[in-house]
């Protein structure tokens, strides 16, 4: 099964989050749950904020890749297309809210869900939380809306 970020075209698939073309970057792969979307990682010791535990930046970046990707996918269920179809729909992120809950463990897998709340016609409101086990570490709001054209490589 492809994930979202594996249908992103290769001139807009770089983002640090979950570019499958950028090689330093997380590469994260989300997918669908039923009406929810996950993603799964494990953060290694290159994302310590202190001993054992995740730094604040990594969480947020979790939130908002997921919660855009989760909004590309959700506007194309929306429109009944299926994610390779044209035109290509892709989200960036408006405004990221996170709410920081319980340290993020390092080399534990996190697992990422997120539910969209709202779809408008250039808008998609996505609510994401990380998870430790059964412990919610965040939470976040993101408002994604369609990539501007001017985005886009010439």
């Known amino acids: 099964m492809k994930a979202f970020q594996d249908y992103y075209p290769d001139d807009i698939s770089h983002c640090y989050g979950c570019g499958r073309l950028n090689e330093q970057g997380l590469q994260i792969k989300s997918y669908w749950d039923g009406e929810q979307s996950y993603a799964k990682l494990i953060p290694n010791e290159k994302y310590i904020a202190i001993p054992g535990f995740a730094y604040g930046g990594l969480i947020a970046s ?9 909004a590309a996918a959700a506007k194309y269920r929306a429109q009944s ?16 809210k996170v709410d920081f809950l319980a ?14 709340v709202e779809i408008g016609e250039k808008k998609v409101i996505v609510e994401t939380k990380v998870m430790a086990g059964n412990t919610i570490c965040a939470k ?3 408002v994604a809306v369609l990539m501007p054209k001017t985005m886009l490589q010439k």
Not at 82 to 94: G, I, N, Q, S
């Open 62 to 70: 979790l939130i908002d890749c997921h919660s855009t990707g989760t």
């Open 81 to 96: 297309r299926e994610m390779d179809t044209k035109p290509v729909l892709r989200f960036v992120t408006a405004s990221l």
């Open 103 to 116: 340290p993020t463990p390092l080399g534990v897998e996190l697992e990422i869900r997120g539910k969209v």
């Open 140 to 142: 976040g709001k993101v």
